[in-house]
Structure formats: C-alpha cells, structure tokens
C-alpha cells in the first residue's frame, strides 16, 4: 500500500531534550515536506526537500533541522524542544520533485513540550 | 506573493443541503489551487487541484470548485451535504516551491 507513515504518532516530551520524528514514503517520490498545524493557523510549512541531499527552510524553520540523506526517508529533528513547539506535525511527500503535484500526507505526530 | 484567505473559520450546514466553503487568492498572476480535506485524526487528503485546464473542477466526493480570475476566487461546493463530509477544508496554492496553506474551514453538517 502506497503510504506516508510517521513515528511516533504520539510524543511528550520535557524542555531540551533531543528528538528525532521519523517519516517515510514507499512511493519513489522526490519531494517531501514537514508542516504544524497549529489552531486558527492552518498548516505552515517548516522543511522542504526537492531531493536526496537538497534540503530548503519553508515558512517556520527556526528550532527544527532535517536530513535527507535516502530518498524514502526525512525525519525531523528538535535539538532543544521548547513548549512553543508542542504542535500537530505532518510529513508529505509527492513526485516529481514539485510543490505543484499532490502531496500525500502521514497521519500526523501529535508533540507536546512540556 | 502568493497567498490565499478563507473567509469563512466554520460553516454548519444540514444534511441534504448544499455546501459552500470560500477561498480567495492573491497572485499577480493564474496560480494552480488545490483544496484539501482533514478528517479527524487523520492527514489531509487531496479534494481537488486547479491548473488553468479548465475553470470548474470536480474533485472526489461530489466537491467542485470554480476558479473567478474576476474575483480572485476558487470556492469549494458541494450540491448536498452528507454526514460524512464534516471534517477540517483547506485552499492552497504553492508559492515557487513552498506550499501555502489556508487558515482552514471547519465544516460541520447537522442530520
């Protein structure tokens, strides 16, 4: 089955304490993103990634870094949580290496700071 | 820059009547929109894409949306509303490679 699947689904976690969200796609797709959605926000875009090795900040990037080092894989990585990251985070994916196709999107990684 | 504004942060409607989500945009030129759909707990799901093939675009589920270059507009309708359909409605529109995500509409349908 063709999927964008996350982990963990569910994180509480304490100030300053280092963590990784994993997201992976079996779909051969080149373009992958991270985004928070945050109430009355909407979702905004924090990383994107037109390929392997190409990685570019989106709209919210400060306190989060990205890798892109295979393909199907892009995880998120906080260095040092603060609370004003507790959010909604969702990986996509699509081909083609455009924002302009459809993205398909994880289940979503619900992450408090505490 | 391009940017998009739904006007609308909630929309209660009853079952059997029709659904109207509004969305506009802001782009000095056509852009491509794209609506998405978010159940609960769940990831979005593509509705319905705009790419100046042509004005009115069917999506899944029965949704439609018009694109009004006039009124820089790109509403999403639906003729009869189904239980189903209540669930969290977003308008995008990329920007170079970014996406840009609307504020979301909360769509609730009464029986």
């Known amino acids: 089955e063709a999927q964008v699947t996350q982990n963990p689904r569910y994180l509480i976690t304490v100030t300053g304490k280092k963590l990784t969200v994993t997201c992976s796609q079996n779909?051969?797709?080149?373009?992958m993103s991270w985004y928070r959605q945050d109430p009355g926000l909407g979702l905004r875009q924090i990383y994107y990634?037109?390929?392997?090795?190409?990685?570019d900040k989106g709209d919210v990037p400060e306190g989060y870094k990205v890798s892109r080092k295979e393909k199907r894989n892009f995880p998120l990585i906080l260095e040092s949580p603060s609370p004003n990251q507790t959010s909604l985070y969702f990986c996509?994916?699509?081909?083609?290496?455009?924002?302009?196709?459809?993205?398909?999107f994880g289940p979503g990684t619900r992450l408090t700071v505490l | 820059a391009q940017s998009v504004t739904q006007l609308d942060s909630h929309v209660s409607v009853s079952e059997g009547t029709p659904v109207l989500l509004r969305c506009n945009y802001s782009?000095?030129?056509?852009?491509?929109l794209f609506w998405y759909v978010q159940h609960p707990n769940k990831g979005l799901q593509l509705l319905l894409k705009?790419?100046?093939?042509?004005?009115l675009v069917k999506g899944i589920n029965g949704f439609e949306a018009e694109f009004k270059k006039s009124e820089t507009s790109f509403h999403l309708t639906k003729p009869s509303a189904h239980m189903s359909d209540a669930a969290e409605y977003f308008c995008?529109?990329?920007?170079?490679?970014?996406?840009?995500f609307g504020t979301g509409t909360r769509l609730q349908v009464f029986p």
């Open positions: 995008v529109v990329p920007r170079g490679d970014k996406l840009i």
């Open positions: 705009y790419t100046s093939a042509a004005t």
């Open positions: 782009s000095s030129y056509s852009p491509s």
């Open positions: 779909m051969n797709h080149e373009y």
């Open positions: 996509a994916s699509s081909s083609l290496g455009s924002s302009y196709n459809e993205q398909f």
């Open positions: 990634s037109m390929n392997v090795e190409v990685t």
